[in-house]
């Protein structure tokens, strides 16, 4: 199972702050899980198609091509301002 977590704006427009995923101990990229995400609905398809998603895998910042496996955890977020 993957535990894929949404935050800030994006939990909000989503309406959903975790999600699990069953990964039947394949590996997968970022970018499969996306389109499984964006299957979901219209909403989702147009949230997490954004150019400027940014995707933590186990709390560590990675590309979209990185490989996630079972037992992860997956966050995304848009981008973030600090003040």
């Not at 535990?3 to 590996?27: H, P, T, V």
Request: aromatic share 8%; proline share 4%; with cysteine.
């Amino acid at each position: 199972m993957i535990k894929i977590l949404f935050f800030a704006a994006l939990r909000e427009r989503l309406d959903c702050e975790q999600y699990l995923l069953s990964c039947d101990g394949n590996m997968l990229q970022v970018t499969d899980i996306l389109q499984q995400l964006q299957s979901r609905c219209h909403s989702w398809r147009q949230e997490l198609s954004r150019s400027d998603l940014l995707c933590a895998l186990n709390q560590q910042l990675v590309p979209l091509s990185a490989n996630v496996q079972d037992g992860d955890e997956l966050a995304f977020f848009p981008p973030v301002t600090g003040g």
